[in-house]
């Protein structure tokens, strides 16, 4: 249990730092970049609308989505299975796991076989006359679908090893921090 609270917290950590601050970011280029725009008719930082679209906001999507995973954001197929009797739910709760487990699994191992050729080749990204490498952003992408996929992994199971369907309940319904 000690693993998935240092885990869960560094998914809160993951959201709360880096998706935080890509939000506060995006709030302080954005004002800056209007108040140069229509009090001093110069653009303050150059390419703002590209390091926003191309750099940060992808951060901050990608930095939340194992917290938005775990907390149960996400719409899921087995919510109109509540309704069901328990020994089919939990069939189909384990069904809709392993097929998300499989999806996150697979968009991982494209991601992380991207990253790996992305910093091989040095991929890039152009904004205004500046050059910056890509591999930080996607080294995110990875870390993300990872952790979902892990989270992923241990909802199926935890339902595999209870004999009890809880499979419409999301973790931190039924795990204790």
Not at 21 to 38: C, D, N, P
Request: hydrophobic residues 55%; glycine residues 6%.
């Amino acid at each position: 249990m000690r693993f998935w609270n240092l885990f869960w917290g560094f998914e809160r950590g993951l959201a709360a730092i880096v998706a935080g601050s890509a939000l506060f970011l995006i709030i302080g280029i954005t004002v800056l970049s209007v108040i140069g725009r229509y009090f001093f008719h110069v653009d303050i930082i150059p390419g703002s609308y590209n390091i926003i679209e191309r750099i940060i906001f992808p951060i901050l999507v990608f930095a939340a989505i194992p917290i938005a995973h775990r907390e149960g954001i996400f719409p899921r197929f087995e919510l109109i299975a509540v309704n069901l009797p328990p020994f089919l739910n939990k069939i189909i709760g384990l069904i809709v796991l392993t097929v998300e487990l499989a999806i996150y699994g697979i968009v991982f191992y494209f991601c992380f076989t991207f990253l790996l050729r992305a910093v091989e080749s040095g991929r890039s990204i152009q904004i205004g006359t500046d050059v910056f490498p890509m591999s930080p952003i996607l080294a995110i992408i990875v870390l993300a679908f990872g952790l979902v996929a892990i989270e992923a992994l241990r909802l199926v199971y935890r339902d595999v090893q209870n004999p009890v369907s809880y499979t419409h309940l999301r973790a931190h319904e039924t795990d204790s921090y």
